[in-house]
């Protein structure tokens, strides 16, 4: 029986398919990020269902998620690029692109989240604030992109040393802010669901993983794309980056434990109210089917059988990861905000947790910014086709 990648062997190459890809993509992107825009006119207020109690909504995910993935895909480019692991080298260029571009959907998505976008140019720039969490990590994420696109740059133009150094000052920049995204979430009103000990740690382990997600997924989509088989080279560092996912879907079950711990045994952490609507409550659904079926359990079924040489089965097993790790990051962001502030007082009429629903405008903006990143995917293997850079 043919596979998928046989047959499109058989076919010219599908260069004109991507750029009606590309097209079609960008069109759904402008039409959610249109919304944004409507929002910005109208005032958030109006069109967002966030609230006084709930500041950070759905659009808060996506910043979240697109900025650990570029994380992410920036440490898996640096063992080619940075440490110079010979199996890896294969993939560097689509990683690096692929970092740029989720990063900078990531900023556009805390960018339309913000009512008045254009201060924080003007204030970080006017007025730094280097005791404020939320001023580094602007600023750290501003640099990254930057550093990044420079290192892209190097890349098109076949300097390695100048692309190496630039890969060096991302890989250490990008770094710093994704430890640095503990203490930034849990300054929104010290609620405790973001203080646990181990959060830094989860954070790059969780960022890396969704990076060799990324990569296994992307790197298959391309070659359908382009109606041509992985080389050798290729085919070696996929299965290297596949050996590295599966470590990372155990270290992510690990903490996915301590979680489940959490929501059952109030002693085992320092936030038992979000733990237990997390893991018992109103989002049981979403841990139990996103957080561990879809991110973590499937991956490793999937894999485990399959072995890392089935590149079919190890993209089914990326999407799922992907999309299980979205909505960790949705309940990562939404759940700890619901707690009510002193609910431990026992004030009255306190209600048990915060209402929160996603809006129209917030739910098409977020879907219009994973059609910008989709697009952006398309537009970086045209450009790297027509440059002629082996990725």
Not at 28 to 49: A, K, N, P, R
Not at 54 to 71: E, R
Not at 264 to 275: G, H, I, L, Q, V
Request: charged letters at 10%; a neutral charge.
């Amino acid at each position: 029986m043919m596979t998928i990648e046989q047959n499109f062997d058989s076919k010219p190459s599908l260069l004109g398919t991507s750029e009606l890809l590309f097209t079609g993509l960008t069109l759904l992107s402008i039409i959610g990020l249109s919304f944004g825009l409507h929002s910005l006119l109208v005032g958030h207020h109006h069109t967002f269902g966030t609230t006084r109690e709930v500041p950070w909504g759905i659009l808060i995910t996506p910043y979240v998620f697109f900025a650990c993935l570029s994380t992410g895909l920036c440490i898996i480019s640096s063992l080619g690029q940075v440490f110079r692991i010979e199996i890896f080298q294969p993939i560097i260029p689509r990683t690096v692109f692929l970092s740029l571009a989720t990063m900078a959907t990531g900023l556009m998505c805390i960018t339309l989240e913000l009512e008045n976008p254009w201060r924080v140019g003007l204030n970080a720039l006017s007025s730094p604030h280097p005791a404020s969490n939320i001023w580094w990590k602007t600023t750290i994420y501003s640099l990254f992109l930057i550093f990044m696109l420079f290192n892209f740059l190097a890349l098109l133009v076949k300097n390695e040393k100048m692309a190496r150094f630039f890969a060096i000052i991302a890989f250490i920049t990008v770094t710093m802010g994704n430890l640095n995204m503990k203490s930034d979430m849990a300054l929104l009103g010290e609620r405790g669901f973001w203080n646990e000990n181990y959060m830094p740690l989860y954070f790059l382990s969780l960022s890396t993983l969704c990076g060799c997600a990324a990569v296994i997924l992307f790197t298959w989509a391309a070659k359908l794309l382009k109606g041509k088989p992985m080389n050798r080279a290729e085919e070696l560092a996929i299965q290297s980056t596949g050996r590295l996912f599966m470590v990372l879907l155990l270290a992510i079950a690990y903490f996915t434990g301590i979680k489940v711990m959490g929501g059952f045994f109030p002693e085992f952490t320092k936030n038992p109210e979000a733990m237990y609507n997390l893991v018992q409550g109103n989002f049981f659904l979403n841990f139990w089917i996103g957080e561990v079926g879809l991110a973590v359990v499937l991956p490793l079924i999937l894999i485990g059988v399959a072995g890392v040489q089935n590149r079919t089965t190890m993209a089914i097993a990326s999407i799922s990861c992907l999309v299980g790790s979205f909505v960790l990051f949705y309940d990562l962001v939404i759940v700890g905000q619901l707690i009510p502030h002193y609910y431990q007082y026992n004030v009255v009429d306190l209600p048990q947790y915060y209402p929160y629903s996603p809006s129209l405008h917030e739910i098409m903006i977020t879907t219009g910014a994973i059609f910008f990143f989709l697009a952006a995917f398309i537009f970086g293997e045209i450009v790297l086709k027509k440059m002629k850079i082996k990725s």
